[in-house]
């Protein structure tokens, strides 16, 4: 079955940068788009990024843009998210989706499958 695993998060101070990383399997990862999402204590859970199936094309957050890099590894059937200059309200829950549609789209329900999220926090 198709199983996506989040890894990566952690506690990280405001400024800092990380990365998440997301590692597929069961599905041909390379004919996916990609994209994640992030859901912080009491808000709804919302577009962070996208990518297409292979790679060339990338959408953002306006919340995020310039501060994070979405990328996927096809070798590895691994999505990555490089998260730089930190902030508090960075703080949430990052999930990893796949859309067998091959183009990223911000809409959650145009995923057909999900990680289990990994936690990220900022302290300020």
């Given at each position: 079955q198709?199983?996506?695993v989040e890894s990566g998060g952690?506690?990280?101070?405001?400024?800092?940068?990380l990365r998440v990383s997301c590692a597929a399997s069961g599905?041909?990862?390379?004919?996916?788009?990609?994209g994640w999402f992030r859901q912080a204590p009491g808000k709804e859970r919302e577009?962070?990024?996208?990518?297409?199936?292979?790679?060339?094309s990338t959408i953002y957050a306006d919340s995020v843009k310039g501060r994070c890099?979405?990328?996927?590894?096809?070798?590895?059937?691994?999505?990555?998210?490089?998260?730089?200059?930190?902030?508090?309200?960075d703080t949430a829950v990052y999930y990893c989706a796949a859309d067998r549609g091959r183009y990223g789209s911000p809409r959650q329900s145009g995923y057909d499958y999900w990680g289990?999220?990994?936690?990220?926090?900022?302290?300020?």
């Open positions: 198709v199983q996506l952690g506690l990280v101070q405001a400024g800092g940068s599905l041909s990862f390379s004919n996916y788009a990609m577009f962070v990024a996208a990518i297409n199936w292979n790679g060339a890099t979405i990328s996927r590894d096809v070798a590895k059937s691994t999505l990555y998210l490089s998260m730089n200059t930190l902030k508090p309200e289990q999220g990994t936690q990220v926090t900022v302290s300020s």
